[in-house]
């Protein structure tokens, strides 16, 4: 499936670059190029530490999305998606830890902008003093396999078990998507990690291995109604989910900048090749990408251009494998050790083919590869 861009809308994308002026996307660009970047196989194997953390904290990157009156930067989508970039671009592993807190902190913000109350989980999120993890990705495989919850006395009971959380060891608090089969409603809670009805057992990932990513389940946990920060009927949920898996999002970018910058730096004049070659698609599909899924945001009640955004995100994932092999084949004759970043941006790159996918963007994948093969089949 290769993706015919014609005529590119640049708008969104512009706005993400001239948000490089806003203070906190500066912070994060200078962070992720200087203290990220020359650690990241460092921290690929040792896992994201709690000084990462404290300067993520420091920066005010752990609440940026939050309202001003919280000491946040209150970010736009176009500032978001700058941040995602460069601290992808800087270090993968970190990225994903900081990424799985961030959401949260966009749900406390639209709470706090309607005036509900926040209790104080709620405020230390905004103001950016604890980091928190999130175990939602389950909720796509209901009614097979999901955390339940089971209504209590002033609150719920949490039960299951979680595929993979992020950061584990140096977040305090977990969002979870549980649901309530009876009602079948989906509910977004808080769970303390420190919870003595918390288990966890560390994943033997071979990609993001640095992410502190662990399996983690609950017995029986009990979540007050004050800890439940979202709940709704689990169709809307499906509703919601669409459009983050139709979608290639900012990090993707970041990863492939990072690509771009080694190819760049090569003393090999073909792996330069590559990247002159390869950057201005990558600026189109970024921009396309962008584009599209600001214009399905503007109108929910329009067209969501879910098959192009599919599309987008297939190809731009195609061609980031392609790129990535390119570094690879770059350091050939050698061979390929763990102090070779080349091999760590291959293995991000392989993360991001299993990312945010459900049965429907996997098939569209599976299909797309496979019609590659029939299509030179027939030459």
Known sequence: MTTSISTIDTTSADAVDAAEKIPVVARARDFARDELAPHALRTDVDGVSRDIVDRLRTLGLLNAHAP??????????????????????????????????????????????????????????????????????????????????TPAPGGWLID??????????????????????????????????????????????????????????????????????????????????????????????????????????????????????????????RASAYGLSDRAEADPEGPQHFEDRLAIKIETLRSLSDIARALVISRAGSGILGTDTAQLHARSALFLQIQSQNSLSQAAQLDDIAALAEARNTL
């Not at 209150?74 to 990424?99: M, P, S, Y």
């Not at 009876?182 to 291995?209: C, F, I, Q, W």
């Not at 689990?234 to 080694?262: L, M, P």
């Open 68 to 149: 001003l009156e919280f000491g946040g930067a209150q970010l736009d989508k176009a500032g978001e998606r700058a941040i995602h970039e460069h601290i992808a671009h800087g270090d993968f592993n970190t990225w994903l830890v900081w990424a799985q807190h961030s959401g949260l902190v966009a749900q406390y913000a639209e709470r706090a902008k309607s005036g509900r109350p926040l209790g104080d989980a709620g405020e230390r999120v905004l103001r950016g003093e604890i980091l928190t993890g999130t175990a939602i990705s389950d909720v796509r495989h209901y009614p097979r396999r999901y955390i339940r919850a």
């Open 160 to 285: 299951g078990t979680v595929s993979w959380v992020s950061g584990w060891g140096v977040n305090e608090l977990l969002s979870v998507a549980a649901i309530d089969p009876a009602t079948e409603t989906r509910l977004l809670v808080l769970v303390d990690v420190a919870d003595e009805k918390v288990r966890s057992e560390k994943l033997p990932l071979v990609v993001a291995t640095g992410s502190r990513t662990w399996r983690v389940s609950f017995d029986a946990v009990f979540v007050p109604e004050s800890d439940v920060v979202a709940r709704g009927p689990i169709s809307d949920w499906d509703t919601k989910d669409r459009n983050v898996i139709s979608d290639i999002r900012a990090h993707a970018f970041g990863v492939a900048r990072a690509i771009f910058d080694e190819l760049k730096a090569s003393d090999n004049p073909k792996a330069v090749a590559v990247q002159e070659a390869w950057q201005p698609r990558f600026a189109d599909l």
